[in-house]
């Protein structure tokens, strides 16, 4: 069982979408700063991927800070580091991507999808200016 | 695991994996064991074939340990596994020597030894059993490791040997060279036999260690396969003759001079009549006989025509008794005369008018000494065990005109060099001759043998056989009178002798003529 | 130094050549997909890298040295399960085992009775009672325990359900040693393959059609959605755009593409289709890939695609 969620789908290689779920679980806060991250074997077990695959993963959040390894320990989270609101953002590119072409089809308007981001935050979240956590 | 470690791992899981037909398989060595050694559950007709089961289950016993690593088959599960297939295949050779071998010649050793067979003669047979049973297992390894399932295995087995059994025995019978002939042995048996067994054994073990170690393509392999079996076949069969040679000279046999006289009946009729006569020799210790003989006639008008005579006796004898004992009916005393009519074609026949100036006589001859081999007393149940032969006297008449007594004869052998002396009917195997001697009156009598059944069966293997037979014994018409009292048989002991090669030998004579 | 080399093999059965001039490598610490069609020969190469069948001609070489010259303790760092491969039905499980420990120096009897439990297998219980799913677990249980340098499988997905497939999976995965191993895996069933193999060889036409990491091989094939923005017939893609495969209908175009690099994708087909609304450039799946390659190696012997 892993400590965040990934489910593979098609369209992208499988060690883009676990890098891009480990790295949004991370910044997120559903996996807590020095908690422990799972290993090569138990990645690739539990995803049922090649175990170089599993390499190049966590080879990729070492080198990228979020994941660090630790003497004895293993690899774990980073702690004492925060992504940057412009990191974060990346993190969303995809979805709003999406979103934008999606809207773009069916002939909306940018300010009507600013508009409809805008109504739907407030209707879940209330009004919160500040996006930092 | 070491090579020979393998080897043993092998054959324990073949022990393991073959359980049930080893099981199988030693009930039928029992069984075949049981009828020769004469239990009487296994006198039972259906019994007969018990050596043939014997061979047979063998051959699938191996077929199906071969089969079970199969060298041929690409999902063979032992091939993809480090094991040597030097290994494989040793491990099922030894099985097959030491079980499938091994349990029936137990048996026969055991047969062998119950009918007081000497060691000798033991080890022959028995040794001769195992080389022929391990050339039809052979042959079944061959077959079996070409082929990849039992089905194909039957199919091929019945295919193959069949073909070339019936090309190896129509050309075996051209005249008359079944077991101990002395007319010119077949074509084939002059061969010599040992290098089938070469080609057989060694072509095969060669095939089989290519099978298993190159996985070569099979279509190739099946010359080769079938060439060794050929080579196998016929070194069983084709047994071993000795060619006609000569055995001892003329001097060392000690062969008195034979007088031979021709004589021509002219008849305004018919054609003329050709008879060869002789003045026979009594030799009272053993008995001679002219074969493949040859009359050469060198006639008046300076031509040669040659005349077979084929087989003619020159002699009698009796069996060998202590000193004084004298034979009824005149059987010793009579100086046996033979005459033979010559068959004569048509030219020769025109030939023979321009007249004969000259004849001489050619050809082989052979001697035989009787050799008493069993001494029994006269009566129903007497019976006498040794050296492998058993003689039982079953009944005793001493009134009736036609049968004195029947006797139970069996001896065990393989094939053996001695001859009937009427040479009517060749058996492979020894003939006895009877007589009755009376100790105490100092008499003795030669018996008539009339007629015989006989049945040959298998010691467990074919290789060893005991052949049965039953003989009637009758008094010749001479003395039909003579010693009918029941006192004179009561005292009497039957003897049985056989008649041994003493030699052979070219013989040549002048023969006179008679007008 | 490759693990596996295989140089010029041809392999004839009669007059058919299943295998014509192959040319492939498996290199040290792979997990190599052989993927192909039903009868495209896959079972054949398998076969001779195991010594099962003599090539007609060409060279095989098994780490380091021509695979008929293999010693016995070589022989036994390479562990084979093969669908077709017949394994004594007559033995139980632990007969089995006790007749292949021996055979093997390395063989660990803690691993095989770990993966016992794990597939729950009885080890009493004679092979030909058990399923078809028990025996390939039995089977790779064989495999793995002497904790082979190399393994090959043949087939050993087909005909198992979901469950038994997973298990497999995991049985394999978790046997994967620290020292590294090979494994040549070959099917004709993508499945599972998507995600376990690091390097990909397609067999066709008794050919390999291409052989190359996995990742590469992603990278080249894309799937490409092209939404123009009205109904007219869109233009065809032209040479420049390898396409496998090209569905065209009113208003879209969806296409295989192997892309040679060079220009990016997405600047060549934008300069294709300055109309488009949408231009949708995303990694093809496996599947797609082979059945693309397969379909053209069967309408006559394909244009090799080998970047």
Same mark, same amino acid.
């Given at each position: 069982m892993l400590p965040f969620a990934v489910t593979l789908g098609p369209g992208e290689s499988p060690y883009r979408q676990i890098v891009y779920a480990a790295t949004k679980a991370v910044v997120s806060g559903?996996?807590?700063?020095?908690s422990p991250f799972p290993s090569v074997r138990e990645l690739s077990q539990a995803l049922k991927i090649n175990p170089n695959t599993a390499h190049k993963v966590i080879a990729e959040l070492v080198r990228d800070g979020i994941l660090e390894v630790r003497p004895g320990i293993g690899t774990v989270v980073t702690t004492g580091r925060r992504a940057s609101a412009a990191e974060r953002r990346a993190l969303l590119s995809s979805e709003v991507e999406q979103l934008v072409v999606e809207a773009k089809r069916l002939g909306l308007t940018k300010q009507d999808v600013t508009r409809a981001v805008s109504d739907r935050w407030s209707e879940l979240f209330g009004d919160d200016r500040d996006a930092a956590r | 695991m070491t090579w020979i470690a393998q080897v043993g791992h092998v054959m324990r899981k073949d022990l393991l994996q073959a359980r049930w037909f080893l099981i199988v398989y030693l009930g039928v060595v029992m069984l075949a064991t049981a009828r020769a050694l004469e239990w009487p559950a296994t006198s039972n007709d259906a019994f007969d074939l018990s050596a043939v089961f014997v061979v047979v289950a063998g051959m699938f016993l191996v077929a199906f340990l071969v089969q079970a690593d199969s060298?041929?088959?690409?999902?063979?599960?032992?091939?993809?596994?480090?094991?040597h297939p030097a290994a494989m295949l040793a491990a099922k050779l030894l099985l097959a020597l030491i079980v499938v071998v091994g349990a029936p010649l137990v048996g026969q050793l055991g047969a062998l030894t119950t009918n007081h067979v000497p060691v000798a003669a033991m080890s022959l047979l028995a040794s001769r059993s195992a080389w022929t049973y391990a050339s039809w297992l052979l042959i079944a390894m061959v077959l079996a490791a070409m082929t990849s399932d039992l089905r194909g295995f039957t199919t091929v087995l019945v295919a193959i040997p069949v073909a070339l059994g019936l090309v190896i025995v129509s050309s075996r019978f051209p005249s008359g060279s079944i077991g101990g002939g002395m007319s010119e042995p077949g074509r084939l048996a002059t061969l010599m036999p040992v290098s089938f067994t070469v080609a057989g054994v060694g072509g095969g073990l060669v095939l089989l260690v290519a099978l298993y170690r190159k996985r070569p393509l099979r279509r190739r392999m099946w010359v080769g396969a079938v060439a060794a079996v050929a080579c196998l076949l016929l070194s069983i069969f084709v047994t071993p003759q000795s060619r006609a040679a000569s055995l001892g000279s003329s001097s060392e046999l000690s062969i008195p001079a034979v007088a031979f006289q021709v004589e021509v009946r002219e008849d305004e009729r018919t054609a003329p009549e050709l008879t060869l006569r002789t003045e026979g020799i009594q030799l009272a210790d053993r008995l001679v006989g002219l074969d493949s003989g040859v009359a050469i006639l060198r006639l008046r008008d300076g031509t040669t025509l040659r005349v077979s005579v084929g087989r003619m006796a020159l002699s009698r004898a009796t069996l060998p008794t202590r000193a004084g004992i004298r034979w009824l009916g005149g059987y010793a005393d009579a100086r046996p005369t033979g005459a033979k009519v010559l068959r004569l074609n048509r030219s020769q026949r025109e030939a023979l008018?321009?007249?004969? /100036?000259g004849a001489t006589i050619e050809g082989q001859v052979t001697v035989l000494e009787p050799r008493i081999v069993a001494t029994l007393p006269f009566r129903a149940g007497a019976s006498l065990t040794r050296e492998g032969r058993r003689v039982r006297i079953q009944t005793v008449n001493h009134t009736a005109e036609d049968s004195l007594a029947t006797l139970s004869v069996s001896s065990i052998g393989s /094939?053996?060099?001695?001859?009937?002396?009427?040479?009517a009917f060749i058996w492979p195997f020894d003939t006895p001759r009877y007589a009755l001697v009376n100790e105490t009156r100092g008499e003795a009598m030669m018996v008539a043998q009339g007629g015989s059944g006989g049945s040959t069966d298998a010691i467990?293997?074919?290789?060893a056989w005991r052949v049965t037979t039953s003989a009637w014994l009758h008094r010749n018409a001479e003395y039909f009178d003579l010693a009918k009292n029941a006192a004179w048989f009561d005292e009497s002991r039957l003897v049985i002798a056989e008649w041994v090669l003493r030699g052979r030998t070219a013989f040549r004579a002048e023969a006179t003529l008679r007008q | 130094m490759p693990v596996i080399e295989v140089s010029n093999l041809t392999y004839r059965y009669g007059k058919v050549a299943a295998l014509r001039d192959l040319d492939f490598a498996v290199p040290q610490g792979a997990l190599y997909a052989l993927l192909g069609p039903n009868g495209s020969g896959k079972t054949t190469l398998l076969q001779i890298l195991m010594g099962l069948r003599r090539p007609s001609a060409g060279r095989v070489r098994l780490m380091g040295e021509d695979s008929s010259a293999l010693t016995l303790r070589e022989r036994a760092t390479i562990g084979y399960i093969a669908e077709g491969q017949a394994l004594p039905g007559w033995m139980r499980l632990e007969q089995l085992e006790a007749y292949l420990a021996p055979l093997y120096p390395t063989w660990d009897a803690a691993l095989a009775s770990d993966l016992r439990r794990r597939f729950g297998l009885d080890p009493r219980r004679k092979i030909q009672t058990l399923s078809r799913g028990e025996q390939m677990k039995a089977a790779l249980l064989c495999a793995l325990a002497p904790r082979p340098r190399l393994l090959i499988m043949d087939e050993p997905f087909t005909g198992m359900d979901a469950l038994v497939k997973d298990e497999l999976v995991q049985g394999l995965l978790e046997s994967a040693g620290s020292e590294g191993w090979t494994v040549l895996l070959a099917s004709h069933d993508i499945g599972e393959l998507e995600l376990l193999a690091d390097r990909v060889g397609f067999l066709a036409g008794g050919r390999m059609q291409l052989s190359e990491p996995m990742d590469a091989l992603k990278e080249r094939f894309k799937r490409v959605e092209i939404i123009m923005g009205d109904d007219t017939e869109p233009v065809a893609l032209g040479a420049a755009l390898a396409a496998l495969s090209v569905e065209r209908s009113a208003g879209r175009v969806s296409a295989l593409i192997a892309h040679a690099g060079g220009m990016p994708l997405d600047a060549a087909l934008r300069a294709r289709f300055p109309g488009a609304t949408r231009i949708e450039v995303r990694d093809a799946s496996l599947r797609e890939i082979f059945v693309a390659l397969a379909k053209r190696a069967a309408s006559g012997g394909g244009r090799e695609v080998a970047a």
């Open positions: 559903e996996l807590s700063p020095g | 060298p041929i088959r690409s999902d063979a599960f032992w091939a993809s596994r480090p094991i008018r321009a007249g004969i /100036a /094939a053996s060099r001695v001859f009937n002396s009427d040479w467990v293997l074919p290789g | -």
